[in-house]
């Protein structure tokens, strides 16, 4: 699945390609996310024209709303929403725990009450693998505990028990459809801001022989610091064979920083979020478009920049 092309001589950085069933992605790579088969105020034909390699969707959403049925009768994620290049689904994990009102956590999965409707659902290890299968997603993530912010090391070793547990049943029902080759699956490590849950979390995800390695659990409202710290606990013991996704990672300087560790994958909702209230990531920095100051600014948003804003229009008009 990946092929480690360079190493950078002074740090950790490292370039890569990742074969897919939908074509190769060279890395690090940026993945722009598309919770509900969609990335937010922008078509694919925008995608397509900023060279997006790969987009994100979530499999708790699309389960919910269009649901399975549907979008096995369109003939798949990829035909139903018009992308023609490789695509990650989450397992939705996240969201069951941060959208949902629990009604039972144990180490068989979670029923949850859906965000839309109330109905109660369930998924298992194998219920998320089942529903990545009709997705036909080229990554796919399995079903993970992720610990909140702050947690006493109790509940955070409890966390990488049962996402050691979920892992297993996972990647055995991964290959007992017999998906592998035709869909990749990651292992993700958890285990809080402790670095003895992080190093045992790592150690027993990658006994388990993933196509992949994600660090879960961050940017959940810690520390920027002490988020990089808990990559620096992990990232000596992942694979340099596999590719590495930091989860959840996207302001600027961080990706820097993160590619500097030796991180290929990243992923977040920040450019369409900041984008929606009026900021712009630029060369010169973060601008908030909507401040006075840009009112009679007839100036590119950035001088730096050939997209068809920056070409066409002016920091007063935006």
Known sequence: MFQLI??????????????TAHGEIQSPFFMPVGTNATVKTLTNEDLLELDSPIVLSNTYHLFLRPGMEVIAKAGGLHKFMSWPRPILTDSGGYQVFSLSKLRELNDDGVFFQSHIDGSTQFFSPEKVIEIEEVLGSDMIMPLDECAPYPCEQTEAETSVKRTTLWAQRSWKYFLARKMQGKQHLFGIVQGATYKDLRERSAREIIGIGFDGYAVGGVSVGEPV??????????MPLLPQDRPRYFMGIGMPDQIVRAVAEGIDMFDTCVPTRYGRNGSAFTSAGRKVIRNAQYATDFTPLDDQCACAVCRKYTRAYI
């Open 225 to 234: 610091e002490v988020m990089f710290e808990t990559l620096d606990w992990v």
């Open 6 to 19: 360079k190493k950078d001589a002074k740090t950790n950085a490292r370039r890569g390609v990742l074969h």
